[in-house]
């Protein structure tokens, strides 16, 4: 049974060229009057075809920019493909921006509350699941805290143990693997291993390798919004290696000093 399917999908921004500017200079560049030179075009996806079948562990690499984000969101439905046709049967449960919806005026307590609406829970079921998240964070008497205070380990600990908190089908991962300290990620990848043992298919996203050939059995390459491999984990993950490690060796030298300026070393 397929869960996820795009076929020869692409996804075009138009992405304005001004930034942000005062009302003076609004009315000063005529922007009262449509201008064709207002807006560029980015290519972030072109061309993807993608199946993923119930049981898929699917992990996503690329080097930064490459568009695995990106992927990631249309998949969830945040970003519509311009081109192509993106299918999906099953609910999606994803974990990105687990920040998201944080009042930092608010306690811990609160925030549990107010995350936990975002993600779709009832008032019942959110304060069945309040006090095992609280557990899980291991913040103890600094959940009676406004997060405003909180160091920024503790406030990914709260937010990781929050969207953490959830029965998935198909599981959305992007980058929640380092979440806080050492002994804290011990358990933050045990607690995902569970969740995605638990979910009928699974899309990760991470430049983590030696994780997500653990947590996947294939792995998509991404490479300027293009597929460029698809495959078992090692065979594409050593691929990627193999690829990373020649960019590295082909970087040219700095060029020698000229003649008659050779630096010398201070006495």
Known sequence: MHFIELEDIGLLFRVRQYGRISFKEYLLRGLFRRSKKTAFEVQALEHIDLTVEEGDRLGIIGPNGAGKSTLLKLLAGIYPPTAGIRWVRGKISSLFDIALGFELEASGWDNIMYRGYLQGETPRSIRVKTQPIAEFSELGEFLDMPVR???????????????????????LVDEVLQAGDMAFQAKARQRIRELM??????????????????????????????????????????????????????????PAPASGHVQREAA
């Open 197 to 254: 043992g638990s979910a009928r298919a699974v899309v990760v996203v991470s430049h983590d390798l030696p994780s997500l050939a653990q947590l996947c059995d294939r792995i998509l390459w991404l490479d300027h919004g293009r597929i460029r491999m698809v495959g078992p984990a090692k065979e594409v993950t050593d691929a990627y290696k193999q690829s990373q490690n020649g960019a590295v060796m082909q970087v040219p030298a700095p």
């Open 149 to 171: 205070y909180y160091s920024a380990g503790m406030m990914v600990r709260l937010a990781f143990s929050i969207a953490t908190a959830i029965e998935p089908e198909i599981l």
